[in-house]
DNA sequence: GTTCCGTTTTTTTTT
DNA sequence: AAAACGGAAC
């Protein structure tokens, strides 16, 4: 295995993979192999006799932690189901399912993604009086995030809140409940004052690796440092021009602290380039080359300098998602490409529309991934607040969704009266309704009473249900659904439109469909509602349909992009405003230098031919507006790139044609 | 007290 | 275009 090792890697990689006995920094560019060495090293390890179970590999992105999970199994032909590879929130998880007791909770917690925490953050301020009106919940949140995580303290500017967050932070925990902050930092906690959990912890993860590292908040590399002081056995692999999450609290200034933690380490750069000809190469680093805060590389690659960068300026973004779909189709059969080789790339979610209707049309195949989820539709989020429900009665915010949802005749007043209770009695809206649903109790009248009961008795009814369910997690739900008749709800909301409510209904079939699937599956080893609540709640992405290679073109935003590589890539909506993104500017001029670092990341994704497109006129908020080229575009050699000339235009009746099969497309879906 | 209907607002990136 | 909100109708 060694020799095969060795004729396999270069010497830096080599050594990379083979040094497993003391603390590894592998500064690694765009392209250098990066993920072969981490997959390769897992197994070295396990070759050298490290068990499974010793080794914990934490990635960003779901999407990553699954396609190391998947090379780590396929070079070693084993199934590993000993062997932790799960991003940083999800290892949270796992870790506070084990010990949640010891903080005060109560056996499952409920997760809080964005749109619960908006919602308990705007119940919060109802009930003390603060108001809202003019000030947006996702900056307070955002805020309330920077504080916990100490990117920020308590001054004048923020004590207004103070008692707005003690409210928010405590109705979190009455409701058996956390939020992605807390997957983080109560680990922390945790460690910090149990030493028994701690020397557990350490005792079962001894090798740790962790991917983009440059991504790497400073509370979970504190969250990680934990660990691995223990053994003081851990590989970092990061990128500086590759950290495009400060956003979200990403300090790539981790990897300096990283130097002084471990003074012992070995540093490993790795800066030949794999992936892409000489031309993309040099575009990207012509590119980076312009930000002023990072650390020079000399990024290399032995492969031949490869065809131009195309760009080409469409009128719209009709023209353009027609153009991508034509060209990729045209590719496919020229060069014997298969779809999956193709990813477009673009800056934000709502750029997917033009271009998945125009693969539509086309009948291209594609995949997207992330954005707004199939998981945030109401529908479904109603199906996961019943399911929520059940298995934490305390979760008020999953509650407050269904409890009138269908239609139980349970309205304000009588929320109103239960928030009393609730809040009096420093208890969850469950539990209120108990209180007042008791005999002796008048505050209801006898109808509400009734109905409220049924509630209860329902949710009661079905958490034993679900409990019980062996491995048919689907057939309890499917029942669920038929006793509360969604389907006559859905009817009833959309009386005007029988299309949306049969798409609706659609919906929850599939989600119940990719639960079936999930529990089904031979390799899931643990299939059960609390495991499912978490999975759904960590990863609302696309289910997962044969993962990697599934014939698909992929479409997805740079974001999500973020360490895959595609033999062609479409770069769209290469517009000023869209990248350097107006918001990001807007914010703080300097975050261009973050916007350069994502359109770096998104010229590196591509292997051998990159196309690039910006166009003229584009649809902003149903406005449509005149449009000006990246100014990034300019920073790429001009002698890489070639004009690519427009098509003639479509005409009309041609377009109306187009327009009409796209329509009947979607429709069917 | 609950439901219906018209008006307003929304789009940066992810766990 | 769709969801979320707030006021009027039932």
Redo the contacts with the bound molecule.
Sequence with gaps: MITTLKSELNPQQYEAVTTIDRPLLIIAGAGSGKTRVITQRIAYMLSRGVHQQHILALT????AAREMQDRVKAITGKRLTQLTVS????FGVQILRSYSQRLGYRDHFSIY??VDQVSLL?ETAREISFRLEEEDPKTILGLFSDLRTGRRVWDADTERYHHLFTDYRSHLKLYNSVD?DDLILLPIELFENHADILEAVRGRYRYILVDEFQDTSTKQYMFIKYIADGNRNICVVGDDDQSIYS??GANFGNISQYEKDYPELLEVRLEQNYRSTTTILEAANGVIRNNTNRKDKHLWTGDDSGTAIEVYYPNDEREEAAFIAERIAETRLKDHLKYEDFGVLIR???LSRAIEEAFLAANLPYRIT??TSFFD??EIRDCISYMRLAANHDDDMSLLRIL?TP?R??????LEGLTDVARSRNCSLFSAIHLVCRPEDSSMNDR?KRDLTGFTDLIERYRERFLKSKRDLAAALTELVAEVDYWAYIVSEHQTNEKIAKWKYRNIELFIESLRNWERDPDNLDPGLFQWLNRIS??G?DDNQNETDSGQINLM?I??AKGLEHEMVFLAGVEDGIIP?R??IE?DPANIEEERRLFYVALTRAKRKLMITSCRTRS???EISTMEPSPFLQEIPAHLMTAHEPSAPIQTNEAVDYFSLVRARLNNR
């Design positions: 960003f992105t779901n999407k991003t940083f929130h999800a993604d964005t705007k992605f956003w979200r934000t979610n709502a992330g954005g539709r109401k009138n239609r005749g349970i309205g304000r007043k009588t509400v960590l990863q992405r935003t974001h999500a993104h918001r990001a914010e902003v908020m149903r």
